[in-house]
């Protein structure tokens, strides 16, 4: 569960075709899925903040407190006025800390390229950003970071260097990560780096309170997503009778999330019917954790070389600088 938070979207009595489709088809499927990208309405979006500050959720502290003690030296992997180009910036809060440590360290960037897919919010960020920063140039590109999207003009001849913070890359099963990797390290280039965030591989309990909080922040949070559908798609889920359930897949090295119904019942989407059996599950987002070997692993597919893996006391959570070939 890792996300960057973007502003909430505009509310539509309209309904979403795409959003429509993925979720008659995830419903269809066997076992029943939904997609985790479907989390981040407004709701959404605020829960999952709120999530970042349960004492359960360990990633987002555990990850900005790395990037505190190691920012001097990820500002010299970085390099002397090279570009950042944050994937999936959302509001660019992490890269705060890479822009402040660039400037202290390295005499600052070329430019930085927050991408994201919310143009409005993305603008916005970005004229804070220049307000903040008024020697960094600040270049938005609007675009879905799992796709090639065209770069702006950038100053010639500079280091280009990824930042995909948060361990969103866990989101992605194996080989969809290395796939999005190697769309960073064709936007990078060769000679180009990537610094990412990576949850590490640990206990099943700390695994699974993390991703199901004793104040039921994620449980509300994972059924917002019903509640969405509801909205949006003229559904009628008994939001209430899905109950939320994390669980650690050791053979996958992922944490599951699944919406669980205890009784059988019947569910309409868009005049569609789903029938669940009791103990059945819809299946809402996985989280891959790592080990250093798998990180290598999925750095060398992609064509990178992992230099540095900066990591916090407990090694709960790892930051990779690696190096595009």
């Not at 994972?222 to 559904?235: D, F, K, S, Y």
């Not at 006391?313 to 600088?321: C, D, K, Y």
Request: charged share 20%; proline share 6%; with cysteine.
């Amino acid at each position: 569960m890792s996300a960057s938070v973007d502003a909430p979207p505009a509310e539509s009595s309209a309904p979403d075709h795409t959003f429509l489709a993925d979720v008659l088809a995830g419903l269809s499927g066997e076992p029943k899925s939904l997609p985790c990208k479907y989390f981040y309405d407004g709701a959404g979006s605020r829960l999952f903040e709120r999530i970042t500050a349960v004492p359960e959720y360990y990633p987002t502290r555990t990850e900005a407190a790395i990037f505190a003690a190691e920012a001097e030296r990820i500002a010299r992997f970085i390099g002397l006025e090279a570009v950042l180009i944050e994937f999936g910036s959302g509001n660019s809060e992490k890269s705060r800390v890479l822009l402040d440590a660039c400037e202290q360290y390295v005499s600052g960037l070329a430019a930085y390229v927050p991408q994201d897919i919310s143009g409005p919010f993305l603008e916005e960020v970005a004229n804070g950003l220049r307000a903040e920063y008024p020697s960094v140039p600040v270049l938005p590109v609007v675009g879905d970071f799992t796709q090639p999207v065209p770069l702006p003009d950038l100053p010639p001849h500079r280091r280009r260097v990824g930042f995909f913070p948060g361990s969103t890359i866990g989101n992605f099963g194996p080989t969809s990560a290395a796939a999005v990797l190697r769309t960073f390290h064709d936007t990078v280039g060769a000679g180009g780096g990537l610094i990412l965030g990576a949850d590490l591989i640990k206990d099943a309990a700390t695994l699974e309170a993390a991703y199901d909080d004793a104040a039921g922040v994620t449980a509300a949070f994972n059924r917002n997503l019903l509640v969405r559908i509801n909205r949006e798609l003229n559904a009628d889920f008994p939001v209430e009778e899905f109950r939320h359930e994390a669980r650690w897949n050791a053979s996958k090295s992922r944490v599951e999330m699944h919406l669980v119904t205890d009784a059988a019942r019947s569910v309409t989407v868009a005049n569609r019917r789903f029938d669940f059996a009791a103990g059945e599950s819809i299946h809402t987002e996985n989280s891959y954790k790592f080990s250093r070997d798998m990180l290598d692993g999925l750095a060398a597919e992609a064509g990178f070389t992992v230099n540095t893996v900066w990591t916090d006391p407990r090694g709960l959570f790892a930051v990779a600088a690696m190096t595009a070939e």
